[in-house]
């Protein structure tokens, strides 16, 4: 399968995931140092203090990804590194770090795409309410514009949010996300003032003149009824609104999905704080979308829920990660083809999409996870049928390029395509770092020995896929 030429292969990360470095250089706290530092919120108490240590050592990280090969670094700043109170003048040792990993980026003809939102809002925007206080939508206006004064010269492509609906929903209503909250009202709160700053990005972006691309990167799952019955049709209506459409519509139509803004009402009241003048903001062009893809959720009606449906992860006869989470590329290609059907001929950026491993160092001094060479290679496939079928995706980044923190998880689970050491910080490229290193370079996917059909054994078949998103509710 040969990819059409200029497509950009690359591999993802998160600044709190990798970072480390929390206290140095003016950084200030994000409300990731405060979730994962109290007790009971992370895996074994682990925080991203040190992590990967790529602050230090990101000009190695940097040649290691161009010696195997790849062409294109998906990499968030950290907000607090910048402003370390989330206002205010820029701490330049933060902006000066970024301009170096740029530079280095491109001196190895790497080509960069920055992340501003990864999930580390400044600690002290979050004691004046967060994204539930509306004035946080204008301080992140004020920071993107640092970020695009200091580096708009030399990144081509920039991302506002990276899924925010696990920042808004898993932080603000389900609680296992910073900061922690369990209100439906303060989830829906934070999700409208996150788009709404994406619409002033944007705006800054425009009114600078600047040569290169801006995007959002919500995480999309496609979702399909446990049956085809009435109420479970339904359910995956109500959360496809819930997980996709919330974020996806005001950005893409510059609206709100009507039949979500009458659920929400019944569910919390009236939404006021939405303002007239927001949805136009939101809407201003977006040149990209950025998916990010990991698996699908099958959807059952259930009255004793309180979204009232109940999220089917684990279908029977599907193949699992070693997580649970199935294995189904087919539904990538379906999920790509119903994005062009709703919202038109936007250009696509695959901005992640990996699985967990059970990664050890073998007898031979080697990391070998044929499990993940696989598990990408069908899903680089998926995305070729989805062009085939006339989607225009231009790209595909990987998560992750190496191992990190994993948020709630800490250190228990291994997506990346380097192995890190924690204790040492040595890296080791692992099997499907060279396979997608390979990849990169040729344009060319080989398919495996004996492959077949790349659709999962039990997939539902036959039903047109909502939207809806990975995740734990």
């Not at 670094?73 to 607090?80: G, H, N, T």
Request: aromatic share 10%; charged share 25%.
């Amino acid at each position: 399968m040969r990819f059409p030429d200029g497509f950009l292969w690359g591999a993802a990360t998160a600044a709190y995931q990798i970072e480390g470095a929390a206290h140095e250089d003016g950084r200030g706290d994000s409300i990731w140092d405060r979730f994962s530092r109290t007790p009971g919120n992370t895996v074994n108490g682990d925080s991203g203090d040190v992590a990967c240590d790529h602050y230090h050592r990101f000009e190695s990280d940097v040649d290691l990804m161009a010696d195997l090969g790849l062409k294109g670094y998906r990499f968030s700043v950290a907000w607090p590194r910048i402003q370390p109170t989330g206002r205010g003048v820029a701490n330049q040792k933060g902006l000066d770090f970024y301009r170096r990993l740029v530079d280095r980026l491109l001196m190895r003809s790497i080509t960069p795409m920055v992340t501003l939102y990864h999930w580390d809002l400044p600690q002290a925007l979050q004691d004046e309410g967060g994204w539930c206080n509306r004035d946080t939508a204008e301080r992140f206006g004020e920071y993107a514009a640092i970020m695009f004064d200091a580096l708009g010269d030399t990144v081509p492509f920039w991302i506002t949010h990276n899924e925010p609906w696990c920042a808004s929903m898993l932080g603000h209503f389900r609680g296992v996300h910073a900061p922690g909250f369990k209100d439906l009202r303060l989830g829906i709160m934070s999700a409208h003032h996150m788009m709404l700053s994406h619409g002033r990005a944007v705006a800054e972006y425009r009114r600078r003149g600047l040569p290169g691309q801006i995007g959002m990167a919500p995480n999309l799952l496609p979702a399909y009824p446990l049956t085809d019955s009435p109420a479970d049709r339904d359910a995956t209506r109500l959360s496809d609104g819930f997980t996709n459409r919330w974020y996806l519509d005001p950005v893409l139509k510059g609206s709100y999905p009507a039949d979500m803004l009458a659920d929400y009402t019944r569910m919390v009241g009236e939404l006021d704080f939405i303002r007239p003048g927001d949805l136009e903001a939101m809407g201003a062009p977006a040149d990209f979308l950025g998916v990010n893809y990991y698996r699908r959720r099958t959807i059952e009606a259930d009255p004793t829920m309180d979204m009232g449906y109940r999220v089917h992860d684990r279908m029977p006869g599907v193949p699992t990660t070693v997580t649970g989470s199935e294995i189904v590329p087919h539904c990538l290609t379906e999920l790509l083809v119903r994005l062009k059907a709703d919202y038109g001929d936007i250009p696509i950026y695959i901005t992640e999409n990996g699985r967990v491993c059970k990664d050890e160092i073998g007898p031979d001094g080697e990391v070998h996870d044929p499990e993940r060479v696989e598990f990408l290679r069908a899903h680089a496939g998926a995305v070729h049928d989805a062009i085939a079928a006339g989607c225009n995706v231009k790209g595909f980044f990987a998560w992750s390029f190496m191992d990190n923190f994993e948020w709630a998880f800490g250190y228990t689970q291994r997506f990346g395509m380097v192995y890190v050491d924690y204790e040492t910080q040595r890296r080791m490229p692992k099997d499907s770092a060279r396979f997608w290193g390979r990849l990169a370079q040729t344009n060319l996917l080989e398919a495996a020995e004996g492959a077949g059909s790349s659709e999962a054994p039990g997939a539902l078949t036959g039903t047109q896929p909502a939207l809806v998103t990975d995740s734990e509710e």
